[in-house]
């Protein structure tokens, strides 16, 4: 994972744009979580970068996976991650006096597929459809 200013890397924090604003806005987990499994299999994932509120929405979003898993210490384990990754932008932010930064995740760092598809399955079965 790397921390950089928005600056630096303003080429590709353009090519996610389209897909931050239309996913990190709502409160639909499924959403979140498909879009995020999108981001995921592309090739050029690596240019996607979150910011603090991203990261927030998914750990809620996995969150919300749990529940509707039973308590799946999978789904357990990307909220806590997510979260832990939401606080360290938000320290990195802090420590350097920015008022924002962007996290860009490598290959290793991003959640499996699989787990996601498994979670967007939960979800739905559950009928959880808000994040709050």
């Known amino acids: 994972m790397k921390i950089d200013p928005p600056a630096e890397r303003k080429e590709e924090a353009d090519y996610n744009r ?21 981001m995921a299999t592309d090739r050029k994932r690596a240019a996607y970068a979150f910011d603090h509120a991203d990261l927030n ?10 529940v509707a898993g039973c308590g799946d210490l999978e789904f ?6 997510y979260r832990i990754l939401c606080n360290e932008l938000k320290n990195g932010m802090a420590e350097h006096k920015q008022e924002f930064a962007l996290m860009f995740l490598e290959s290793r760092d991003w959640t499996k597929p699989r787990l ?3 979670a967007i399955e939960r979800l739905q079965y559950a009928q959880i459809n808000t994040v709050h």
């Open 18 to 38: 389209d897909i931050d604003n239309s996913l990190y806005c709502q409160e639909d987990p499924v959403a979140i979580l498909s879009a995020h499994y999108r």
């Open 57 to 66: 929405t998914l750990s809620l979003a996995w969150e919300r996976a749990a």
């Open 76 to 81: 357990l384990r990307e909220k806590e991650r």
């Open 116 to 118: 996601i598809l498994r």
